[in-house]
């Protein structure tokens, strides 16, 4: 899939980031990493999606390795297969890892809202983030 340029959704989503999480707490410390994937321009989205996986996992520090399969492969039921598990409708599946609730920025507005980006976790939590994740906290 080709990323179409004829509007700045690029300068739309970094406006709506720094509108959002701005005040976070930890907004200043990984916003340069961040808001630097909206200056670039790949071609495909396939490249753009990837770079900014590869930018959460430098941020986390994960030590995650994968690989892009080189073909496609027909969806099946083993539980290392998350793609159709972790879409909009499945965000209260069993099937997903819950998380902690931790402070967001609108805390002292409105309740905890799960299933955010990863960025709301990143931007409030921290290096705390990784701790979240992980299923035997």
């Not at 690029?10 to 707490?25: F, L, V």
């Not at 495909?44 to 990837?50: M, S, T």
């Not at 920025?105 to 409105?110: A, E, I, L």
């Amino acid at each position: 899939i080709r990323i179409d340029y004829a509007t700045d959704w690029q300068r739309i989503h970094e406006h709506a980031i720094k509108s959002a999480y701005g005040k976070s707490p930890y907004f200043e410390f990984y916003s340069d990493v961040i808001l630097s994937m909206f200056e670039w321009q790949p071609e495909l989205l396939i490249e753009w999606n990837e770079a900014s996986m590869n930018a959460i996992i430098e941020a986390l520090s994960l030590p995650l390795v994968y690989e892009n399969s080189k073909k496609y492969c027909e969806i099946d039921l083993s539980p290392s297969d998350w793609r159709n598990v972790i879409v909009p409708e499945n965000m209260n599946s069993p099937q997903l890892p819950s998380t902690s609730n931790y402070i967001q920025v609108f805390s002292d507005r409105h309740p905890f809202q799960p299933g955010l980006s990863i960025l709301d976790m990143l931007f409030c939590c921290g290096p705390e983030s990784i701790r979240l994740l992980k299923p035997d906290k």
